[in-house]
């Protein structure tokens, strides 16, 4: 018995041996098939966004302030969507797209909204990175379900976001993805299927990424600069967001804009809700200059830190502040101070506010090395005080290195480099030119330390008083500044011209 149980076992272990490599591997590749298919169902799809025209906001042209140009180009779009036969009976067509570009936050994607609400037409917003996945095909699927789903409702603008994310130049994508989602957007904007109704509108901050086959005629036939607001723009922009705001009667937005040189409508947005945000926590129904110029602190500089600074600590920044506002005065090439403040902000430990009194686009060579000065004269003032200088120049120096590399390298403003631009990325250059290049603008680095040298010295008192006094109230504003330094205040114009013309002779005789 005991032999034929061991038979008996050993026959059923071979029938289960045979079971198994038969069925096993069938029984594998079915679970592969079964992953494959819940992987394949459940995967996330992401359909366009469809907004009506109703609740595509309330946006309108008079909600988009500061960009005239750019509206200009696009009520033609608009026109063209309300009535199209008038255009088609002489043969005009609509442009099949429209490129905004520009720095971030100057309302591309607002321009957009208005477009669609202004015309009546459906809006099909949708993120570029939103197409590209790791599944090879997924992306160009995208793009044709939502030209699709544009026929379909048109007339309509398809608004694509940050098209750089799909649009950048193809060869570069080590899998393919991107440029099969590329080629799709390429054919769907000037393919095979006519669709003069649907308007393809795109946003981009980084243009020169952009494959050059999406910017030629008959894709995107026109691009639009949305550039920072000027002044002007930026005084309409302040008063669309102050609308439904109660200000005070001292409130003055026109101040307001020339503080705020250089910035975007979404940081001009952000202000005037800080400004409120401000006057609700101090229990406030209206809002105050102060609470503007708290705003502006905020967005320009940072929120106030509660960093403790050392008394020694405190002289040196005060000091270090002061050197920038005499210089930024007594040079008559630089935007007068608007304020100084040596109260911590974000990185900074304290910070001098210059107010341009008109939009500038061009500077000139003496502009550029004035304020290299008004940047070194804080590293000038700490030397001078207390006979060495300490780390918190490092932002200066960063930005005179930046304007002396440009003067030389880029505007031809140096004294043997000139009337030609040396691209430090150009391999090709010898180490001659290298080295040219960087003694020139070493030698203009050397120039701004050196007046700024001199000023902090031959004024000595001046920056005293104005250390003295930010150490007492710690920030200083405009009338104070006038009040310490005089509006008679000596001006070194003759001197600085008499630098610069000894220098260039001893680099004429050298």
């Known amino acids: 018995m005991t032999a034929a149980g061991i038979d008996v076992a050993g026959i059923d272990l071979r029938q289960l041996q045979d079971i198994a490599i038969t069925w096993l591997p069938i029984v594998f590749m079915g679970l592969i098939a079964v992953v494959l298919l819940m992987t394949l169902r459940y995967m996330p799809r992401t359909k366009p966004q469809t907004l009506k025209p109703e609740s595509a906001g309330s946006v309108r042209w008079d909600d988009v302030a500061g960009v005239d140009e750019a509206k200009e180009e696009l009520r033609e779009v608009v026109e063209f969507l309300r009535d199209p036969r008038r255009f088609r009976k002489l043969g005009a067509r609509v442009p099949k797209g429209v490129l905004l570009h520009g720095p971030p936050g100057t309302g591309k994607t607002l321009l957009a909204k208005a477009v669609a609400n202004e015309a009546g037409a459906a809006f099909f917003a949708q993120s570029a990175s939103s197409f590209v996945e790791m599944f090879a095909g997924l992306g160009a699927a995208r793009i044709r379900r939502l030209f699709r789903a544009a026929r379909k409702a048109a007339p309509a603008i398809v608004f694509i976001d940050e098209l750089d994310a799909v649009g950048a130049t193809r060869g570069r994508d080590i899998s393919g993805e991107k440029d099969q989602t590329l080629n799709q957007l390429l054919v769907e904007l000037d393919g095979f299927s006519e669709h003069e109704d649907v308007v393809v509108i795109a946003a981009s901050n980084l243009i020169e990424k ?77 809002i105050t200059r102060r609470d503007f110029d708290r705003a502006i602190e905020r967005v320009i500089a940072g929120a106030e830190s509660r960093r403790a600074l050392t008394e020694r600590e405190k002289r040196v920044v005060a000091y270090h502040e002061a050197g920038h506002a005499l210089c930024s005065e007594l040079l008559p090439r630089v935007e007068k101070v608007h304020r100084i403040s040596i109260v911590p902000r974000g990185r900074a430990l304290g910070y001098t506010l210059n107010l341009p009194e008109e939009d500038r686009y061009l500077k000139t060579r003496e502009e550029l090395i004035d304020y290299m000065v008004v940047l070194l004269g804080g590293r000038a003032a700490e030397q001078e005080v207390f006979g060495e200088v300490t780390t918190g120049a490092a932002d200066d120096l960063r930005k005179v290195h930046e304007i002396s590399r440009a003067m030389i390298a880029e505007y031809g403003m140096g004294s043997q480099l000139r009337a030609k631009q040396v691209p430090t990325d150009d391999y090709s250059l010898s180490d001659a030119t290298r080295r040219l290049v960087d003694e020139e603008q070493l030698e203009l680095a050397a120039l701004a330390e050196r007046r700024a040298r001199a000023i902090v010295q031959e004024h000595r008192d001046r920056l005293d008083a104005l250390a003295l006094a930010l150490l007492e109230r710690e920030t200083l504003e405009r009338r104070d500044i006038e009040a310490l330094i005089g509006n008679s205040a000596k001006r070194p114009v003759a001197a600085d011209r008499e630098d610069l013309d000894t220098q260039a002779l001893a680099r004429g005789r050298g």
Do not use: W
């Not at 036939?221 to 008063?239: C, M, S, T, Y």
């Open 210 to 286: 952009l494959d050059p086959a999406l910017l030629r005629p008959g894709r995107f036939d026109r691009r639009i600069f949305v550039a920072p607001p000027d002044l002007r723009g930026r005084k309409a922009i302040l008063r669309v967001h102050a609308r439904g705001k109660p200000l005070a009667g001292g409130v003055d937005l026109d101040l307001v804009a020339r503080q705020t040189s250089g910035l975007t409508g979404a940081d001009l947005a952000n202000i005037c809700n800080e400004a409120a945000i401000f006057a609700a926590r101090d229990g406030r129904t209206v």
